[in-house]
């Protein structure tokens, strides 16, 4: 059963939202993935945002651009956690997003991760998630420990070859 729902307002957020799947993915979190307007389509964001918590679901991911509703109003309406992930705008790069994501009112909460921050949502809806799943918890320090070789092993051959032939 799927305990993330990644919601996205437009198929253009899909290569930062995909980046969240695919870390949920290689942690073996079970996902749902859709494309919802909150602003285009409100009956069917409602439904989305009221029926997540009978779903199972425990963490909700939304990415949005631009005026950036959907992360909050996800938040307005379900319990439990929502992460938003700003999407990267042509007309102000991002920052418009990420505004309207963060500055949320006293007692709606939304953890928020940087723009286009799609693999950072994943592992934090991961950590969210492990507080009580030991075997999760457990592939999320192999993970950690994959990054650190991941940085040891480009640290070697900087040595090995220099900073020129790097």
């Given at each position: 059963?799927?305990?993330?729902?990644?919601?996205?307002?437009s198929d253009s957020d899909m290569p930062v939202m995909a980046k969240a799947a695919d870390i949920l993915d290689k942690l073996g979190v079970e996902y749902e993935m859709s494309i919802i307007s909150a602003h285009r389509e409100p009956d069917t964001f409602f439904e989305?945002?009221?029926s997540a918590e009978s779903k199972g679901w425990k963490v909700i991911i939304a990415g949005a651009g631009m005026a950036a509703h959907l992360p909050g109003m996800c938040a307005a309406i379900f319990p439990m956690p929502v992460i938003g992930v700003p999407m990267h705008t042509s007309s102000l790069g991002g920052r418009d997003s990420l505004y309207s994501i963060v500055q949320?009112?006293?007692g709606i909460p939304v953890a928020t991760v940087?723009?286009?921050g799609g693999a950072n949502a994943g592992l934090?809806?991961?950590k969210i998630l492990a507080t009580s799943d030991e075997a999760l918890l457990a592939r999320l320090k192999a993970y950690?420990?994959?990054?650190?070789?991941?940085?040891?092993?480009?640290d070697r051959r900087l040595k090995e070859v220099g900073y020129k032939a790097y």
């Open positions: 059963m799927a305990k993330v729902g990644i919601v996205m307002g989305y945002a009221r949320m009112p006293s940087a723009i286009n934090l809806a991961a950690s420990s994959e990054l650190k070789e991941q940085v040891e092993a480009k």
